[in-house]
């Protein structure tokens, strides 16, 4: 266990002592972050609609099993 501890303690410091000495990279991470939490918003309003919401559990079973049951050209 004391191994363990002392290992977790080494990555840790081994990280912050690298995120801290850097110049570019720290800009860089923050661009990367911003980056994506715009890309999960846009997907997520305007691709990944909720399509079930507002049905009931009968209603949501019924259209789950059409959308999995009918031909893509026939919807």
């Known amino acids: 266990m004391k191994r363990l501890s002392h290992s ?3 990555v840790w410091r081994f990280y912050y002592d690298g995120f801290r ?3 570019w990279g720290r800009t860089l991470w923050i661009i990367i972050i911003v980056k994506l939490i715009v890309l999960f918003l ?3 309003l305007f691709f990944f609609r909720p399509t079930l ?4 559990d009968a209603e949501k079973q019924q259209s789950v099993g ?3 049951s009918e031909p893509k050209g026939r919807r």
């Open 53 to 56: 919401s507002g049905q009931n």
């Open 42 to 44: 846009v997907l997520r």
């Open 21 to 23: 000495q850097m110049t």
């Open 66 to 68: 059409r959308e999995l």
């Open 8 to 10: 977790l303690k080494a």
